[in-house]
């Protein structure tokens, strides 16, 4: 179970450890959410997961608990050493001490392709961390704790101010599920900014870019305001003179900006190419 706040505000006086901002260290105190990460990731026995920035080990435990085969993050050396110690030498955790940038899915073994993801995800590294996953093995299930605003780019429909390229990209691969806005007193200490458990499955068929079209995307995105036909123009990109020539063919306005498109419009001028 997870610790209180003044469980937790001792445990890290013991440890001698401050909960260090820029690495997003606010530590889950609400078993409810973690019983509900675990439920909505149908975490099972022998299932691989992935967990990134264990912090105290609360949802480590609770995997761990379910059966899993846990594949840990954690980039704080004293936390690091912390989840080994209560782990108490089981097999079934593998952690790397380590930046989550560098390993964004721990030591998962090569040929595991049906894997989760659950984690309190720390803020600071969501978007950069997830535009990596995207680029690797797809997970089947994704249950992420967020920073709010972070959520609702993932989920962002086009015609909205938070919808960006990340939008499109997970939108192609994944369906992203309503998420469920979390108190910041489920946290210790209390976060600044809201949280949101967001849940994202994997499509039957999920749909990637190449590598060329999603830097092209990103490139768009910078301008979102601008007329996609001028952006496309603009841009050296060998696709994007394919894209402009095919906006009106698959339904796109040359005079619509980029945040106005779906990711149904983008996977279809990538499908043209392809």
């Excluded at 820029?22 to 909505?40: A, C, P, T, W, Y």
């Excluded at 912090?55 to 954690?74: K, M, N, S, Y």
Aim: proline share 6%; glycine share 6%.
């Amino acid at each position: 179970m997870p610790l209180s706040p003044s469980q937790t505000r001792v445990l890290l006086e013991q440890l001698g450890h401050r909960p260090k901002k820029q690495l997003g260290q606010n530590f889950l105190i609400d078993g409810n959410i973690v019983r509900k990460s675990l439920e909505l990731a149908e975490v099972k026995e022998g299932d691989h997961v992935v967990e990134i920035g264990p912090g105290l080990g609360t949802l480590t435990q609770a995997l761990l608990d379910a059966g899993a085969i846990v594949h840990a993050v954690e980039k704080d050396p004293v936390l690091g050493s912390h989840v080994e110690a209560i782990a108490n030498n089981e097999s079934r955790l593998h952690l790397i001490k380590g930046d989550a940038l560098v390993h964004p899915l721990g030591d998962l073994p090569a040929d595991v392709s049906d894997y989760k993801i659950v984690a309190n995800l720390p803020y600071a590294i969501s978007t950069p961390w997830m535009a990596t996953v995207l680029e690797d093995r797809l997970p089947c299930v994704m249950t992420l704790m967020l920073q709010k605003e972070a959520a609702q780019r993932y989920a962002a429909k086009a015609g909205t101010k938070q919808f960006g390229a990340i939008s499109i990209f997970l939108h192609a691969a994944f369906d992203v599920l309503p998420g469920h806005d979390v108190s910041g007193s489920c946290f210790y200490p209390k976060p600044d900014v809201g949280s949101t458990l967001l849940h994202l499955r994997r499509k039957a068929a999920p749909f990637r870019f190449r590598p060329q079209s999603t830097q092209l995307i990103r490139e768009i995105f910078q301008q979102r305001r601008k007329q996609i036909s001028s952006l496309l123009r603009k841009s050296n990109s060998d696709t994007a003179s394919h894209w402009l020539e095919s906006l009106q063919s698959i339904g796109i306005d040359p005079s619509a900006r980029p945040e106005q498109i779906d990711a149904e419009k983008w996977i279809s001028l990538e499908k043209l190419i392809c």
